[in-house]
Nanobody, 125 residues
Framework: VQLQASGGGLVQVGGSLRLSCAAS????????RGWFRQAPGKEREFVAA????????YYSDSVKGRFTISRDNAKNTLDLQINSLKPEDTAVYYC???????????????????WGQGTEVTVSS
């Protein structure tokens, strides 16, 4: 499956953005899907994920209550609504997909086999 992320941009503190990930070459809903981000000089970190077989969603503590992950299986897309942006949210955001990822590995980027190219989010203060 090929992934294409979009929707990043420059936004002020407290603003919002909606990131989108479009999948092709496979049925996106058959994968565990997630969003990660990587700030300059830092390791890639987990943001949110949704399991293949349920509507259950999972978030890192740093974004819980501000970010919402959603999927449209008919359109083969995965979105990330990000609100109340903070300067520390500045990063390149990546969508990812994988199969056979157990619950304890949802936040591990090495568990995901497929990655989009990333979309940059910059939060200005």
């Amino acid at each position: 499956v090929q992934l294409q992320a979009s929707g990043g941009g420059l936004v002020q503190v407290g603003g919002s953005l909606r990131l989108s990930c479009a999948a092709s070459g496979g049925t996106f809903s058959s994968y565990v899907r997630g969003w990660f981000r990587q700030a300059p000089g830092k390791e890639r970190e987990f943001v949110a994920a949704v399991k293949r077989s349920s509507d259950s969603t999972y978030y890192s503590d740093s974004v819980k209550g501000r970010f919402t992950i959603s999927r449209d299986n008919a359109k083969n897309t995965l979105d990330l609504q990000i609100n109340s942006l903070k300067p520390e949210d500045t990063a390149v955001y990546y969508c990812a997909a994988g199969r056979g990822i157990i619950h304890s590995e949802l936040s591990n980027p090495d568990a995901y086999s497929y990655w989009g190219q990333g979309t940059e989010v910059t939060v200005s203060s």
